[in-house]
C-alpha cells in the first residue's frame, strides 16, 4: 500500500504564506501524478494543483500558489503564497499512478489519499 502523509498546515494571517507538503512511506513519490485537493467545512473537495508532465492550478489560485517535486527528499510540495481567507480547508495530496493520463483536476483520477492537513487563514 502507498500511504501518503500531508505537513505543513496550521494557521497564517491573510496574505502570508504557507508551505505543505506530501511525503510517502516505503515508495518514491516520482511515478505518479500528485494532485493537491481542499475541502472547507460543508463543502466538497476542491481541486487546487496538479504536477505530473505539466502543472496545473485552480483559476482561484493562479499566480499565488505553486506546486513543485524535490525527488531528493521525495517530496512534492506545495507554496502557497498571499494567502486568502477562503484557501481555508483541509489539503490532501493524491497519487495518480498513470501519471496524470487521467483529468487532472478529477478526484476519480486518484489512486491514494493522504489523511489532510488543515488550513486556517485569518483575516
Known amino acids: 500500500q502507498v500511504q501518503l502523509v500531508e505537513s505543513g498546515g496550521g494557521l497564517v494571517q491573510a496574505g502570508g504564506s504557507l508551505r505543505l507538503s506530501c511525503t510517502a512511506s516505503g515508495r518514491t513519490l516520482s511515478p505518479y501524478g500528485i494532485g493537491w485537493f481542499r475541502q472547507g467545512p460543508g463543502k466538497g473537495r476542491e481541486f487546487v494543483a496538479a504536477?505530473?508532465?505539466?502543472?496545473d492550478y485552480a483559476d482561484s489560485v493562479k499566480g499565488r500558489f505553486a506546486i513543485s517535486r524535490d525527488n531528493a527528499k521525495n517530496t512534492v510540495s506545495l507554496q502557497m503564497n498571499n494567502v486568502k481567507p477562503e484557501d481555508t480547508g483541509v489539503y490532501y495530496c493524491a497519487a495518480d499512478r498513470t501519471y496524470g493520463s487521467r483529468p487532472f483536476a478529477a478526484v476519480g483520477s486518484y489512486d491514494y489519499w493522504g489523511q489532510g492537513t488543515q488550513v486556517t487563514v485569518s483575516s
Open positions: 504536477i505530473s508532465r505539466r502543472t
